[in-house]
């Protein structure tokens, strides 16, 4: 039984986190938080260079509740699919979507825009990222490594976000936006219109959701 059965059936508790980086102490703390959450969302960079992936998901598989994950810049979707594979309550989403007691989450992994690391780094041009964004539905929790552009984006004076990600948002207007990537911003937010945007970070941060009466899109 979840915490979302066990408490009531109108609302939705979300722990999300991002760029835990083979921390294996920072992905228990998440494991022990995930009991009093409903889902486990993980926005990219589980792994550090495409290495350490698999270490970090055993860990995380062991959460308490569903999970849905992207994959970052440090992993590929494959990489992440394939390291997932054992775990019942993982859902793995790149240009797709998943429906977890009745609500409606899109997600996109890797770095858009394309970054300047080299072929390590799993990356997307903005063209790509939006026909993988595409299908994401009005209301829905859109999980993204890469934070939309102009919001908890910022690095060096600049913003590095995708363009491809805030147009989407003023498209769809989705409930939530979950994103990580850029460290310096961790467990800030941001709004585009009524949508809140957090950037995650490793440690974790709460959302709580609302029952919805209808699919019409937020702004």
């Known amino acids: 039984m979840t915490a979302l059965t066990r408490r009531n059936l109108h609302s939705m508790r979300l ?7 083979c921390d294996l102490a920072a992905a228990r703390r998440l494991v022990e938080r995930s009991a009093e959450a409903d889902v486990l969302v993980v926005a990219g960079d589980l792994g550090v260079m495409r290495t350490g992936l698999q270490k970090t998901v055993d860990v995380l598989a062991s959460a308490a509740c569903p999970a849905v994950l992207v994959a970052g810049n440090g992993e590929s979707y494959e ?31 890797g770095a858009v825009p ?28 859109l999980v993204t490594h890469s934070p939309p552009l102009g919001h908890v984006d910022l690095a060096g004076g600049r913003h590095l976000g995708s363009r491809a990600v805030v147009e989407t948002i003023e498209r769809v207007w989705p409930r939530l936006v979950v994103c990580g990537h850029i460290h310096g911003c961790w467990t800030e937010e941001s709004l585009v219109g009524d949508t809140r945007i957090v950037n995650a970070g490793p440690g974790g941060v709460w959302a709580e959701l609302e029952a919805s009466r209808d699919d019409e899109p937020r702004r």
């Open 15 to 21: 722990l999300l986190c991002s760029d835990i980086h």
């Open 79 to 109: 990489e992440l699919s394939a390291a997932c594979a054992r775990w019942a309550g993982a859902h793995v989403l790149h240009g797709s979507g998943c429906t977890i007691e009745g609500v409606s989450f899109w997600g996109l992994g």
């Open 114 to 141: 394309v970054t300047p690391f080299g072929p390590w780094s799993y990356d997307l041009p903005e063209e790509k990222a939006a026909e993988l964004l595409a299908g994401c539905p009005p209301g829905a929790v």
